[in-house]
Every structure is written in C-alpha cells, then in structure tokens.
C-alpha cells in the first residue's frame, strides 16, 4: 500500500546514505534529502497517497516555517537585550551594536564571539560609561555582560523559544543543539532542531498509521536496536537500517 511504499523509499534512502557516506557528517542534512525523494516521487503515487503525503509536508513546512519565525525572534530579543543593558551602563553606540549582536547570533560560535570582541573594541577606544569605569574596566564589565547574556540565552532562551514555536521541549531542543554540534560542528548546531522537529513529524505519521500495539512494539525493538551502539558508526548504521524494516514489517499486518 502507499504507506509501505513511502517507507520503502525513506528506508531505502537512509540504508544507501549510511551504507555509502560518512554517518556523522551526512546525519544533519538526511531528513531534507528524504523529504525531496518523497515530494519528487509522490506523483507516482495513487491519488488518495499524494493527498496523504502532501499533509505530511505541508507540517513539516510548517514547522520549520515556524524555527525560521524563531530564529527572527531570537534575534530581536538578543539585540534588545544587548542594547537595554549597554545603554545603562552607557556605552557609546549601544544601538549599533544591539544590532550586530542580534544578527551575529545567526553564527554559531564565531558570531557571539565577534560581537563580544566588537563590542570590547569599542568600549576600550571610546571609553565612555556613566560610571566613570576606566577603559580596562569597563572592557572587562562588557565581557562580563555578553558572558551572562551568551548563557542566559543558549540554556534558558533558545530552548524555551524554539520549543514553543515548533513543539519541542525545551530540554529536547538543548539536548539537540548540543548533541548537533558535537556531531557536525557548526552546521549541526544550525540544524539541529529543524532536523528534530523534521523527525518527530515523520514518526508520528507512522506512529499514527501502526497504531498503538503496533508503536508501543515499535518503540521497543528500537530501543534494543539503539541500546549497545553508543560510538559505534557500524552498529548505528545496522541499527537504523533494523528500524525502517521493523516499520515496514508491521505495515505489512495491516
């Protein structure tokens, strides 16, 4: 039926990647892969299947719409942030640089450290504070303020936002950051939690087509496969390819 055939071709595709590509680096980008293969070959499909799937993208494009929506306010709220407490300490171009920040934090890494060394640049050289702070000091206040501003936002702000806007816990989204970036670096930490929000539609739509017998088994024997492969690409990849037969296996009692 369509949903065997849908997960014929989201298996198949993931078992050609991990089988053909280095897992870690691939991992962050497979989801879109899958999701192109899908909507290139849905018209193959039988009518009532398109409708099916075009749902299923149509909430994942909602989704990510939504990370995206997230990403504009994450940086709204740092640039004010940043701006409200430079101008009481009354650095000399607090908006300016409000806004610097905000837009640098779309950079995982290099951006805050930019706008931290931008910032301390300008306190130094100008040196201008309504707490008559000399240069040093006041540099050394603003590292502090972008230090407490940076963790304020990646363990409290960034979870809670991004949660909120595509469903996610809080803890799931920092568990997914950090697990990105440790895995890919840089565009890991970018692509973290589209990649999560992305995964968590698609296993619902299963989850909805097994029914509960079927997921409560489903979420089993993926926990087995999972539970011996912590740093082993092999066993992960073996893993992975176990789970979408499982799926496939109990479409086929339907």
């Known amino acids: 039926n369509e949903t065997l055939i849908l997960s014929l071709f989201l298996g198949g595709a993931l078992a050609f990647a991990y089988a053909r590509f280095d897992f870690v680096h691939l991992q962050p980008a497979l989801p879109f892969a899958v999701l192109a293969i899908v909507y290139s070959l849905k018209n193959l499909l039988p009518k009532t299947s398109q409708e099916k799937i075009n749902n299923l993208l149509v909430k994942i494009n909602a989704s990510l719409g939504a990370y995206l929506r997230g990403q504009v306010l994450l940086i709204i709220i740092m640039a004010t942030a940043t701006f409200s407490v430079l101008s009481f300490l009354g650095l000399k171009f607090a908006l300016v640089l409000g806004i610097i920040t905000g837009l640098l934090e779309l950079i995982p890494f290099i951006g805050p450290i930019s706008a931290t ?6 306190a130094f050289v100008t040196g201008q504070n309504r707490f008559n702070l000399d240069p040093i000091s006041l540099s050394i206040v603003v590292i502090i303020i972008y230090t407490v501003l940076r963790h304020l936002e990646d363990y409290f702000v960034i979870p809670q936002v991004l949660g909120r806007v595509t469903k996610l816990h809080p803890l799931v989204v920092l568990f997914s950051v950090l697990a990105g970036g440790s895995l890919a670096g840089i565009l890991g930490f970018i692509l973290a939690v589209p990649v999560v929000a992305t995964s968590r539609i698609l296993i619902e739509y299963f989850l909805n087509i097994l029914g509960q017998t079927d997921s ?8 087995t496969y999972f539970s011996d492969t912590a740093g082993d690409m092999a066993g992960m990849q073996d ?13 086929e009692t339907h």
């Open 239 to 251: 893993a992975w390819r176990k789970t979408f037969k499982t799926i496939i296996d109990l479409q």
């Open 216 to 223: 409560e088994t489903f979420f089993a024997l993926w926990m």
């Open 117 to 122: 060394v931008l910032a301390v640049v300008v």
